[in-house]
């Protein structure tokens, strides 16, 4: 006998988005080994023609790391990894590979700023001992750390190709700076004037327009009820989309944001793009403390690691929820270290899907039959007519019709294509686009016929909703991060302490 609706429907849900175990939003430590290195650990990819008003002939690429940062995490925040390598990736001839690469590098100076105490220089704890700011090196000698970056364009073969620096058309030279994170209002007064101002103007070589580049802590954009799912789906999946409240909403993240030229990024004739973001570590890592009684300078940047050899790919995020939902277990690792252009070897996690046979085990529900066509094209070739290359090959990416006009905030459709909004997911990824109730309905059929797949006409939700409305509208778009002071500001209330 068939369980009731709501029994149901808690338990698709509990599957669909808790199935990866030590999953959480987006993707949020999705595998074993970035779960403990979560610096390289890439959470949200987005893509969208840009919907700035002037700015509809460019490209917005945001590559969100770092997850669940707590606002009041110091003394030590959350840089970048210097012995990191962040990339966006894009394929622009539907062969799986990527042509043109940015990527970004990282340096963390230490000042080692210190105090006079009784006629002796001592080093302080804190990574500031003055007010930072709003200008970019405003405050720069009460600053204990100064992160900045390089970004690299290489093209063809991210490891063997042409590789050529950005210049930064703001101040000159081809470094650019992060701001600090948001300490607090005390440190930096106006935090959002601050981050502000580190966006620059960026010469992409070989691209006769200029672009720009951000990056920086932000509020995490991605909205989900995590903690009611986990608690055995604590919510009702088929209720009001919008009545519970984002669990991570008291978090931030560290996004790598850039806006380029379309006429940069496609090729030929072809309007469609396909990306993702990766990150990278060294391939030897050796633990090396510094003898007792040393004092480090800006040039010992790692602390007691020294890293070198080849790079190692770590993390890899096209399509949201993929590693999450899609890939097994056993799996997790691999596919976060693997390419595009491999992905055959993943195939059948899409085509057979392991969701709606345990629901039919379970409960004898009518899941759409296998192998799943309908999920081969929403995951890994685009869908025809809207977001597939005319070239193209089977792979995970997130893909985007760059000649699909983009819409302002106020006319976007928080459930993109499904919608009726073709400029949205999976039409490329924009903030405002609910992935988590667009792809839920996708993975029960909803792109199948009525009489084929009757409960995949249902409106699944996990109550939380965003939409365009709640982040800027001007590059990079995603929110300024939450303070670490004063409490509330963070989240952090009289009921918490």
Same mark, same amino acid.
């Given at each position: 006998m068939?369980?009731?609706?709501?029994?149901?429907l808690?338990v698709?849900?509990?599957?669909?988005?808790?199935?990866?175990g030590?999953?959480?939003?987006?993707?949020?430590?999705?595998?074993p080994f970035?779960?403990g290195?979560?610096?390289?650990d890439g959470?949200?990819f987005?893509?969208f023609r840009s919907?700035?008003?002037?700015?509809?002939d460019f490209?917005?690429?945001?590559?969100?790391?770092?997850?669940?940062?707590?606002?009041?995490?110091?003394?030590n925040?959350?840089s970048?990894?210097?012995?990191?390598l962040?990339?966006?990736?894009?394929?622009?001839k539907?062969d799986a590979?990527?042509?043109?690469?940015f990527?970004?590098?990282?340096?963390?100076?230490?000042?080692?700023?210190?105090l006079?105490i009784?006629g002796k220089?001592?080093?302080?704890?804190?990574v500031?001992i003055g007010p930072i700011g709003?200008?970019?090196?405003?405050?720069?000698?009460?600053?204990?750390?100064?992160?900045?970056?390089?970004?690299?364009?290489v093209?063809g073969?991210?490891r063997?190709?042409?590789?050529?620096?950005?210049?930064n058309l703001t101040?000159?030279?081809?470094?650019?700076r992060?701001?600090?994170?948001?300490i607090?209002?005390?440190?930096?007064a106006d935090y959002?004037?601050?981050s502000s101002?580190?966006?620059?103007s960026?010469?992409?070589?070989?691209?006769s327009?200029a672009?720009?580049?951000?990056?920086g802590?932000?509020?995490?954009?991605?909205?989900v009820?995590l903690?009611e799912?986990?608690?055995?789906?604590?919510?009702?999946?088929v209720?009001?989309?919008?009545a519970?409240?984002?669990?991570i909403?008291?978090?931030n993240?560290?996004s790598?944001?850039?806006?380029?030229?379309?006429?940069?990024?496609?090729?030929?004739?072809?309007p469609?793009?396909?990306?993702?973001?990766?990150a990278?570590?060294?391939q030897?890592?050796?633990?090396n403390?510094?003898?007792?009684g040393?004092?480090p300078?800006s040039?010992n940047?790692?602390?007691p690691?020294?890293?070198?050899g080849?790079?190692?790919?770590?993390?890899?995020?096209?399509?949201?929820?993929?590693n999450?939902v899609i890939?097994?277990?056993?799996d997790?690792?691999?596919f976060?270290?693997?390419?595009?252009?491999?992905?055959?070897?993943?195939?059948?996690?899409?085509t057979n899907?392991?969701?709606?046979?345990?629901?039919?085990?379970?409960?004898?529900?009518a899941?759409?039959?296998?192998?799943?066509?309908?999920?081969v094209?929403a995951f890994?070739?685009g869908?025809?007519?809207?977001?597939?290359?005319?070239k193209v090959?089977?792979?995970?990416?997130?893909?985007?019709?760059?000649? +699909?006009?983009?819409? =302002? @905030?106020?006319?976007q459709? $928080?459930l993109?294509v499904?919608?009726?909004?073709?400029a %949205?997911? #999976? !039409?490329?990824?924009?903030?405002?686009?609910?992935?988590?109730?667009?792809?839920?309905?996708?993975?029960m059929?909803v792109l199948?016929?009525a009489?084929?797949?009757?409960?995949?006409?249902?409106?699944?939700?996990?109550? +939380?909703?965003?939409? =365009? @409305?709640?982040?800027?509208? $001007?590059?990079p778009?995603?929110?300024?991060?939450l303070p %670490?002071? #004063? !409490?509330?500001a963070?989240?952090?209330?009289?009921a918490?302490?």
């Amino acid at each position: 006998m068939r369980q009731p609706i709501h029994t149901l429907l808690s338990v698709t849900l509990l599957a669909a988005l808790g199935a990866a175990g030590s999953a959480s939003a987006s993707s949020h430590r999705e595998a074993p080994f970035v779960s403990g290195h979560p610096k390289v650990d890439g959470t949200d990819f987005y893509m969208f023609r840009s919907y700035e008003a002037g700015r509809q002939d460019f490209v917005t690429l945001i590559a969100n790391y770092i997850p669940l940062e707590d606002a009041y995490g110091g003394p030590n925040y959350f840089s970048m990894d210097p012995d990191g390598l962040y990339e966006i990736e894009i394929d622009n001839k539907g062969d799986a590979q990527e042509h043109l690469t940015f990527q970004f590098r990282f340096t963390n100076a230490y000042q080692n700023a210190a105090l006079d105490i009784g006629g002796k220089s001592v080093p302080v704890p804190l990574v500031n001992i003055g007010p930072i700011g709003p200008g970019v090196t405003d405050g720069d000698a009460n600053k204990n750390l100064i992160e900045s970056y390089t970004v690299t364009l290489v093209q063809g073969d991210r490891r063997h190709g042409k590789g050529t620096l950005a210049t930064n058309l703001t101040s000159g030279g081809t470094t650019f700076r992060k701001p600090l994170d948001n300490i607090g209002n005390k440190s930096i007064a106006d935090y959002a004037t601050y981050s502000s101002n580190h966006i620059f103007s960026i010469g992409i070589p070989g691209c006769s327009g200029a672009g720009r580049v951000f990056v920086g802590q932000r509020k995490d954009p991605f909205a989900v009820n995590l903690g009611e799912i986990f608690d055995l789906v604590n919510l009702n999946p088929v209720g009001a989309p919008n009545a519970e409240p984002n669990t991570i909403g008291d978090k931030n993240v560290t996004s790598i944001a850039l806006e380029v030229p379309i006429s940069c990024l496609t090729q030929g004739s072809d309007p469609v793009i396909g990306a993702w973001t990766t990150a990278s570590l060294h391939q030897i890592s050796v633990l090396n403390p510094a003898p007792h009684g040393t004092v480090p300078d800006s040039s010992n940047a790692h602390g007691p690691q020294l890293a070198g050899g080849a790079w190692t790919q770590v993390s890899r995020l096209g399509m949201p929820l993929v590693n999450e939902v899609i890939i097994g277990l056993p799996d997790k690792d691999r596919f976060n270290s693997s390419e595009p252009k491999d992905d055959g070897q993943f195939a059948n996690y899409v085509t057979n899907p392991t969701l709606p046979a345990l629901l039919h085990v379970l409960f004898g529900v009518a899941a759409p039959t296998t192998p799943r066509a309908d999920l081969v094209t929403a995951f890994l070739t685009g869908i025809p007519g809207l977001n597939q290359q005319k070239k193209v090959t089977g792979s995970e990416m997130l893909r985007l019709n760059t000649s +699909t006009p983009a819409l =302002a @905030a106020a006319q976007q459709n $928080t459930l993109g294509v499904l919608g009726g909004d073709v400029a %949205g997911f #999976p !039409n490329g990824r924009r903030p405002g686009d609910d992935v988590v109730d667009i792809e839920l309905r996708v993975a029960m059929g909803v792109l199948w016929p009525a009489d084929q797949a009757p409960d995949g006409q249902l409106p699944y939700t996990d109550q +939380t909703s965003l939409s =365009a @409305a709640d982040f800027g509208q $001007t590059f990079p778009y995603v929110n300024p991060p939450l303070p %670490g002071s #004063p !409490n509330g500001a963070n989240g952090v209330t009289a009921a918490a302490k």
